[in-house]
């Protein structure tokens, strides 16, 4: 998937494990369409953990973070957690800030969001 400003690459780890790479920025413009993409992966993949690999993310809107805090209490309600990789200390930042970075599980890099996942 691509939008303004917004690249999407879905890969799918193993047997239960679904990875979102997103590249570029996260804002009004591409936040729906990553919203409706990270609800289908969930959707589709229900027993599948969920892997955002935030590292190519370079900015996030209130949009943006909408659409990453109800994908979230999607996968919530499916059991398991959002997690999301190296994302830049700003957004992590704007997150905690909004007193939501507790909605999701964080990693530094893929190899320990997969070991994450992995130990439940």
Request: with cysteine; glycine share 12%; charged share 30%.
């Amino acid at each position: 998937m691509r939008g303004p400003g917004l690249t999407v690459t879905r890969e799918r780890i193993g047997e239960s494990v679904e990875c979102l790479s997103f590249e570029g920025g996260l804002d009004m413009a591409s936040a729906l369409e990553a919203r409706e993409t990270l609800l289908g992966v969930i959707s589709e993949s229900r027993q599948a953990e969920v892997i955002v690999d935030f590292r190519g993310v370079d900015f996030i809107d209130s949009s943006g973070v909408n659409a990453l805090v109800r994908a979230a209490a999607a996968k919530r309600r499916r059991g398991g957690d959002l997690v999301l990789v190296g994302c830049r200390s700003g957004i992590r930042q704007m997150l905690d800030r909004a007193g939501i970075a507790g909605a999701f599980r964080f990693a530094n890099d893929l190899e320990e969001a997969l070991r994450t996942v992995r130990a439940g």
